[in-house]
């Protein structure tokens, strides 16, 4: 196996025992980045020199008998958490030349435990899109089948997982971000619950729905990160002050008795639900059934809102979080406009992309005066009746299974005219952020064509553990996740 290849568990096990050093880790995964970035596209920015300077530092702990299970281990992060010193552009023309001046709660967190940042994944622009298209920087590819998307919004991160061009990645969530890819590109994405894990630091898109987390080559790997970046964090106002489990102590094979899981009986009525995605989940179901958890079949009966709910809400929160980009204090601007409100225009016409432009529009007129309470207070309403469907089916069971995407990974072009089918693409994941609900996207199976599928498993807030315990005992018994892409 080649160093790139390994996972935290088990680049940190040989760290440890000093078979190799995390420079040599960290070189060889700047030349699998070098080998492939061409074809792949996953980083906006990579941070050769900084990765070898952390990584001498991370040996140098490791000497002296100070290292975590993060110490030393190469990661990406999604371009638009803050990193001090290290350009930070949301994957937008707008922040092109932004180099934050403080690091956000989870970097610093990261750099706390010796961690290494090897470069700033690609993304959709301001994370508003389910393909990597709506990048302002280029277009990502998926290492299954380079003619086709790796799924948005953190696409660079769970491409780049995929491709071995970093040992794990973090990624964000606001109506399946980190899920979405984490399927179409055959790895394990994790969406903790709303306010687990602090959003200091966040470019915010949707403050009441954006969540950090973990996308990674193996459910251990995603329980290890989850360990480093969950908790109390007094920056972030809507950070939850609970403790924090030991997210590897529900790692066993001792099987799921006790377990109830539920399956939606609305989501077998979905349109567009791909035969092959349908059947790799129904086998999922069964092989979770067989080592021991009862299945049972839920309602979710405000599901057919999902869609609208969140089209209303997210734009709304966009319109409002990026109203600060207005060419005045920071981020581009259009010099040769001398008029306040030509160069406002000018400036958010230029540096905004087509989608994000939408989203603004769509979000404004959700918020303009006459149109509030019919537009984003109804949605307000319906959200609140998704999060009680939520509680009502979480009384009779411990997680909710689910296919995480409608269909496998789609052609690159093939619906980026087409902003409601696109939209589409998030039905399954889109009610775990409207719900504050955490999910994890496990492989469970490949297309016809030998694109990965993703099984969804959502749980009650809070109870990550439940989550990693169902996917880490139906991974161990399956072969999924052991397959690789052959670039």
């Given amino acids: 196996m080649k160093l790139y290849e390994l996972t935290i568990e088990e680049a940190h096990k040989l760290l440890k025992e000093k ?22 596209g996953a980083y906006v920015t990579v941070a050769d020199e900084l990765a070898m300077d952390q990584a001498r530092l991370a040996d140098k702990a490791i000497s002296e008998g100070n290292i975590s299970p993060l110490t030393g281990i190469p990661l990406a992060i999604k371009d638009l958490m803050c990193t001090k010193g290290l350009r930070t552009t949301c994957a937008s023309e707008i922040l092109e030349n932004f180099v934050p001046p403080y690091d956000a709660t989870v970097i610093k967190k990261l750099k706390k435990l010796d961690a290494v940042i090897v470069g700033k994944t690609n993304m959709d622009e301001f994370a508003m899109g389910s393909s990597n298209e709506h990048s302002g920087m280029k277009i990502t ?20 997982v995929a491709a071995d061009m970093c040992i794990s990645s973090l990624g964000s969530d606001t109506g399946g971000s980190i899920r979405q890819p984490a399927s179409h590109c055959g790895v394990v994405g994790l969406k903790p619950t709303y306010g687990r894990v602090s959003r200091f630091g966040l470019v915010a898109f949707a403050s009441s729905l954006d969540q950090i987390g973990p996308v990674t080559k193996s459910v251990t ?31 066993n094979k001792d099987g799921l008795n006790g377990l109830t899981v539920g399956i939606p009986r ?18 999922a179901i069964k092989k979770i059934q067989e080592m021991g958890a009862e299945c049972i079949e839920v ?54 992309g087509p989608e994000v432009q939408r989203r ?6 959700c918020l303009s005066a006459g149109y509030y309470d019919a537009y984003y207070g109804k949605a307000s309403q319906v959200r609140t009746l998704i999060m009680e469907d939520f509680n009502k089916a979480f009384e009779k069971c411990d997680a909710i299974l689910s296919p995480t995407a409608p269909t496998p990974a789609f052609p690159i072009g093939e619906k980026v005219d087409d902003p409601l089918t696109m939209y589409l693409s ?36 809070f109870n990550e553990e439940a989550l990693l315990r169902i996917a880490y005992n139906f991974e161990q018994a399956t072969d999924f996740h052991k397959k690789k892409p052959s670039l």
Avoid at 142 to 156: Q, Y
Avoid at 224 to 229: F, P, S
Avoid at 234 to 247: I, L, M, N, Q, R
Avoid at 266 to 283: I, M, Q, T
């Fill in 266 to 283: 609305e989501y077998s009525e979905v349109e567009g639900l791909d035969p092959d995605v349908s059947a790799a989940v129904k086998d």
């Fill in 360 to 365: 603004i529009i769509i979000g404004t007129y």
């Fill in 299 to 352: 309602s979710l009966p405000h599901s057919k809102y999902v869609v609208a709910v969140y089209y209303v809400i997210a734009p709304s929160e966009a319109s409002s979080n990026l109203a600060r980009y207005d060419g005045v204090k920071y981020g581009f601007r259009d010099k040769d406009k001398s008029e306040l409100t030509d160069m406002y225009r000018s400036t958010r016409s230029g540096g905004f």
């Fill in 221 to 251: 790997d995603a329980a290890v990160m989850m360990n480093a970046i969950a908790g109390y964090d007094a920056a972030d106002s809507t950070s939850v002050p609970k403790e924090t489990p030991d997210y590897t102590s529900v790692l």
């Fill in 426 to 461: 998030d039905i399954f994941t889109l009610s775990a952020n409207l719900a504050g609900i955490p999910g994890i996207s496990v492989p469970c199976g490949f297309s016809a064509h030998g694109l990965p599928i993703g099984l969804q498993i959502t749980g009650k807030h």
């Fill in 19 to 40: 078979e190799i050093s995390s420079q040599e880790l960290t070189q060889a995964v700047l030349d699998r980045i070098s080998a492939v970035e061409e074809k792949v």
């Fill in 141 to 160: 590819h998926n290492p299954w089948d380079l003619t086709c998307i790796p799924g948005g919004s953190s696409g660079g991160s769970a491409a780049a």
